[in-house]
Structures are given as structure tokens and as C-alpha cells.
């Protein structure tokens, strides 16, 4: 079976968009790894069906590349993107995704904010904190994140206590900056590997930055794929409301897939 596919990035981050308003597709998880394996496929982080809903804008159906499932921050900009570019959407959009329901509004020059869900728990994890955003995160606040070793330390506390039991935890590396400024780098759990950005692991990261640190909203992050911005509203500590998360989301491709 032939499949049309639109391929995505999201600073850095990339994914294979689906239109699946048909229902036509019913992908199995090692039909997504294939597909998004870099040498045997098409090559993506993560792999997302856009269908209809009956009562929203669209239904966002996101896959890991290991054919897991989460909420995946920049995959949901990627796919309001896509949502646009297939007619569904003008502006601004309500969807439904892995952990429920958000919005997202379509910007200039292809900047996408999306709200995420209230965030009223961050746990301590001996010095570091933990915080799920949609997706489970543990932060690290880091000297030198540039040249810190990423992989083998993400690796590392992936599956440790006390997350081995509840799988795992995607683990993100921060370095405060001046002008309230966080540059992060994450080890994505369902990708097991650093990825160029994580937009649940970078709003982990600004959220944990504001109840330690002082930061306040918003936040600028530096990754390896580019800038992004965390909006806040921090009521009764260390309760967030008003999460959101922009950056830029650009089609890269398009092409057709033997399944």
C-alpha cells in the first residue's frame, strides 16, 4: 500500500505528518519503526496522524519512533502546521491529543504556540526536579551543557529508581543563561537518543528554572535546532497555569511511502 507523507521540522526535532482523515491507516508499532528508521525508511523522531473529530478541530494521534506513545510538544506545532496546510484549520485550532485537550494559534512567519496542560506538582529527585508536562521529565541544572555528555548521562537515569517502574523518564540538561535566558539539551525517551529539541522537555525545563531559580515568564530556550519561548502564569507555588509553548515549525518535504 502506498502512503503520501509530509515531513516536518520543529527546531531540529522531525516528524512524519499523515493525513488520516479517511481513517485509511491504521499504523502498527513496527510499521512506525520502519518508518522512521533513518536507514530503512523515511527518518523522523516521531510520526503523527492527523483525523477528524467530532466535536474539534482535529484528533492528533503522535507516535515515538520506537512506536510508543506520548504528548509530544513540538509534534503538536508541527501538526497545527500541517492541520493548516490540509484546510482544517485557519488560525487558531482546538485538538485533542495524547493527554487530552489543547489549543494552538498559527503566527507570523511560521511560529506556532501551543497551551499546554497545568502544571501543579514538581518533585524533588535528590537535586534534581521532576516535572510531567504531558510527558514525564526529570531537569538537571548543568555547568557547561554544551559540552556535557548528554547521551551517556541521559542514558543513565532513563530507567533508574524511582522512574524503572513507571517507563522511564525522558531526561533534560539545562545551563542557566543572563537575560532570563536556558539553553537545554534532552535525552528523548521512545526516540533513546538526544534530540535537537524536546518542546515538553524544554517547558519542563523553563517551568523547573522559574520554582528554583527565579526565572520568571517568559522564557527564552536555546537548543541545538533553535529558540524557542515558554509562557507562564506561576499562582500558588509551584502551581503553573497558562503554559505555553512557541517556536518555529517548517515543512521540509513531501513524498509517498510503500507500506
Not at 535528590?126 to 556535557?148: A, C, K, M, Q, Y
Request: aromatic share 10%; with cysteine; proline share 4%.
Amino acid at each position: 500500500m502506498k502512503m503520501p507523507f509530509t515531513k516536518y521540522q520543529a527546531t531540529g526535532n522531525d516528524f512524519i505528518l499523515i493525513d488520516n482523515r479517511s481513517g485509511e491507516y491504521t499504523l502498527t508499532p513496527d510499521q512506525v519503526r520502519q518508518l522512521c528508521d533513518r536507514k530503512f525508511g523515511i527518518g523522523a523522531d516521531g510520526l503523527m496522524l492527523i483525523e477528524n473529530h467530532s466535536s474539534l478541530d482535529f484528533t492528533l494521534v503522535y507516535f515515538n519512533s520506537d512506536g510508543s506513545q506520548s504528548l509530544c510538544g513540538n509534534g503538536s506545532r508541527a501538526a497545527m502546521h500541517f492541520a493548516a496546510l490540509l484546510g482544517m484549520v485557519n488560525h487558531k485550532a482546538r485538538f485533542t491529543a495524547f493527554d487530552g485537550e489543547h489549543v494552538g494559534e498559527l503566527k507570523a512567519h511560521d511560529t506556532i504556540r501551543i497551551k499546554l496542560k497545568d502544571v501543579s506538582e514538581i518533585t524533588p529527585v535528590n537535586s534534581d526536579v521532576f516535572i510531567n508536562t504531558g510527558s514525564p521529565h526529570l531537569v538537571r541544572f548543568v555547568d557547561s551543557v554544551e559540552t556535557f555528555p548528554v547521551y551517556e548521562e541521559g542514558k543513565k537515569i532513563r530507567h533508574s529508581e524511582p522512574f524503572a517502574g513507571r517507563g522511564g523518564t525522558n531526561v533534560n540538561f539545562v545551563e542557566l543563561l543572563p537575560d532570563n535566558t536556558i539553553f537545554v539539551r534532552t535525552y528523548e525517551r521512545g526516540v533513546e537518543n538526544e534530540t535537537l529539541s524536546c518542546g515538553t522537555g524544554v517547558t519542563a525545563a523553563a517551568l523547573a528554572a522559574a520554582a528554583k531559580k527565579g526565572y520568571s515568564s517568559p522564557v527564552k530556550i536555546k537548543t541545538l535546532g533553535g529558540n524557542l519561548v515558554v509562557e507562564f502564569r506561576q499562582s500558588t507555588h509551584p502551581r503553573f497555569t497558562e503554559i505555553y509553548l512557541s517556536g518555529p515549525a517548517k515543512k521540509v518535504f513531501e513524498g509517498v511511502m510503500e507500506l
